[in-house]
């Protein structure tokens, strides 16, 4: 009489422990995720210690070192941009405009900027900074 | 004889597709976060009411008390009355007996950058001024 031998199965890793940690991943990346439109430009805020938090939601106004503007992650020119604002505060007056300026953008490009956004009637105009010791 | 109907098996649904899918999200959303800590620093607030500042005329700058102009000089640096000071000088400076809690003027130069006057914002923030302005001078033809 031969013996064979049953191959051996591998044990059954189980999938539901895999499925957890990808779950509980997934939830963890959408929950710090900001879906945030970036400039088309490298845009370096400048540092402050006295910031405060800054809120999600409302629009970006993006302000290279070399002075070009976009809005909400599309480059444009400063009269299309608030155009476009104009029209965006016309229909949400309460939207907070935030200027993300690099921070060596010239003041000659951003302080007017700033004016004139405020200007088109926004009640919340604010800089955007980086925490940190300038 | 008794025949017995076998109890229906439901449809076995395989978790591998669902795994794929969670792992195809998960890799996207790694990808696009950016992890980026920001503050912010209000640069205009008024009141629902309040009518849209005249940018065209200039705000008049109404001075109840007596209101310390800062220069901010094209290089990047800060002068109080005359004098170049840095900026925990000038925090100092402001929180003098005769300067504190009054109302600041920043009067900026355009050729200096958003760093320089966000570095003198800070530091008049620290003295506790009662109000702060930024000045721009506009040139007309």
């Known amino acids: 009489?031969?013996?064979?031998?049953?191959?051996?199965?591998?044990?059954?890793?189980?999938?539901?422990?895999?499925?957890?940690?990808?779950?509980?991943?997934?939830?963890?990346?959408?929950?710090?995720?900001?879906?945030?439109?970036?400039?088309?430009?490298?845009?370096?805020?400048?540092?402050?210690?006295?910031?405060?938090?800054?809120?999600?939601?409302?629009?970006?106004?993006?302000?290279?070192?070399?002075?070009?503007?976009?809005?909400?992650?599309?480059?444009?020119?400063?009269?299309?941009?608030?155009?476009?604002?104009?029209?965006?505060?016309?229909?949400?007056?309460?939207l907070r405009v935030r200027v993300n300026a690099h921070g060596a953008a010239p003041l000659h490009r951003f302080l007017p900027l700033a004016a004139e956004i405020e200007a088109l009637g926004a009640r919340e105009v604010v800089l955007v900074v980086t925490p940190g010791v300038p | 004889m008794q025949i017995t109907r076998r109890q229906r098996q439901g449809a076995v649904i395989s978790l591998v597709a669902m795994v794929d899918v969670l792992m195809i999200m998960l890799v996207f959303f790694m990808v696009t976060s950016t992890f980026l800590d920001l503050d912010m620093i209000p640069m205009a607030e008024r009141a629902p009411d309040a009518p849209a500042p005249d940018v065209v005329q200039g705000a008049a700058v109404a001075a109840p008390g007596s209101p310390v102009m800062v220069r901010l000089g094209a290089d990047g640096r800060s002068y109080l009355r005359g004098r170049a000071l840095d900026a925990d000088a000038l925090t100092a400076a402001l929180r003098a007996p005769d300067l504190r809690g009054a109302e600041v003027?920043?009067?900026?130069?355009?050729?200096?950058?958003?760093?320089?006057?966000?570095?003198?914002?800070?530091?008049?923030?620290?003295?506790?001024?009662s109000a702060m302005r930024i000045l721009r001078v506009e040139v007309r033809p």
Do not use: H, K, N, Y
């Not at chain 1, 890793?13 to 997934?26: K, N, S």
């Not at chain 1, 990346?29 to 879906?35: E, Q, Y």
């Not at chain 1, 938090?53 to 992650?73: K, Q, R, S």
């Not at chain 2, 355009?110 to 001024?129: K, S």
């Open chain 1, 1 to 94: 009489m031969r013996l064979v031998r049953r191959p051996r199965r591998a044990a059954p890793e189980t999938i539901v422990a895999l499925i957890d940690v990808v779950f509980f991943l997934l939830v963890f990346f959408l929950l710090i995720g900001r879906m945030d439109a970036t400039a088309p430009f490298e845009v370096l805020p400048p540092l402050s210690d006295g910031g405060t938090d800054l809120p999600g939601g409302g629009a970006t106004v993006a302000v290279a070192a070399d002075g070009t503007l976009a809005l909400d992650g599309a480059a444009m020119p400063e009269a299309a941009v608030l155009d476009a604002l104009r029209t965006r505060l016309r229909d949400a007056p309460d």
């Open chain 2, 105 to 129: 003027l920043v009067l900026p130069s355009g050729q200096a950058d958003v760093q320089a006057l966000v570095r003198v914002i800070d530091a008049i923030t620290r003295a506790g001024p």
